[in-house]
């Protein structure tokens, strides 16, 4: 069965600096897709990032990119230069590819700190 | 403004009395899901539908009902609730189903309901 872990409950950043969010994920699907989403105190869930599994670059967005290591499984996420408006919970999911559902991980909630 | 648009937003109910959360989508997207949140367990999937009258259980569709009569409205039922259905729900929709990349799922603001 598909899943995804996220082993960081929680994380602590201080502002300026950069963040790595984890994510490991298990398939045996040759095609899948993963996503992050960040969801704020507020509660919307706020897509970041797509990484396709056959793109041969790591995605990017702003100040957001995919660490992608398709042999391990992992695909983390990276926060450069991290804002105080960063603090949110990060969610890792991936796409089943038959059903379009999107597997979520626990989630991490990080807090970036002054 | 593309939108997902889920009400009530909050709602406090008791048990038994029906409830139906309404969800509705102003993209023309074929797909659209249901979620619910619970802390330490994610978000996991109640029903999709990949079109109109097209509809499936996701992982947790016990106490929950769903109708896709049109496309751009996918409620979701909660027949006789139970205080286990006190959780954040989400309602979310993508233009097709399967594919990747563009194909991003989108979701709503979400619907806080407490069964008392």
């Known amino acids: 069965a598909q899943k995804i872990t996220q082993t960081q409950p929680g994380m602590f950043v201080q502002e300026k600096e950069a963040v790595t969010l984890d994510c490991t994920y298990d398939t045996s699907d040759q095609s899948y897709g993963l996503f992050w989403y960040k969801q704020p105190s507020s509660g919307e869930m706020i897509f970041l990032i797509y990484?396709?599994?056959?793109?041969?670059q790591n995605a990017t967005e702003g100040r957001y990119s995919l660490n992608f290591q398709k042999a391990r499984k992992s695909a983390n996420l990276v926060i450069s230069a991290s804002q105080l408006g960063d603090s949110a919970m990060y969610f890792c999911?991936?796409?089943?590819?038959?059903?379009?559902?999107?597997?979520f991980g626990t989630g991490t909630r990080l807090q970036v700190f002054p | 403004e593309a939108q997902v648009t889920q009400n009530p937003r909050y709602l406090i109910t008791v048990t038994g009395k029906k409830l139906t959360v309404t969800c509705s989508q102003n993209m023309n997207h074929e797909y659209m899901s249901w979620y619910r949140q619970d802390p330490g367990l994610g978000l996991r999937q109640i029903y999709y539908s990949m079109n109109v009258e097209v509809t499936d259980k996701g992982d947790v569709p016990e106490g929950y009902k769903v109708s896709r009569k049109e496309k751009r409205n996918f409620p979701l039922i909660l027949e006789s609730p139970s205080p286990n259905q006190t959780s954040l729900y989400f309602c979310?929709?993508?233009?097709?189903?399967?594919?990747?990349?563009?194909?991003?799922?989108?979701f709503g603001a979400g619907s806080r309901l407490t069964v008392l």
């Open positions: 979310a929709s993508s233009l097709y189903p399967g594919g990747f990349g563009a194909n991003v799922l989108t």
């Open positions: 999911a991936m796409r089943e590819v038959n059903t379009d559902k999107l597997i």
């Open positions: 990484q396709g599994s056959y793109d041969e």
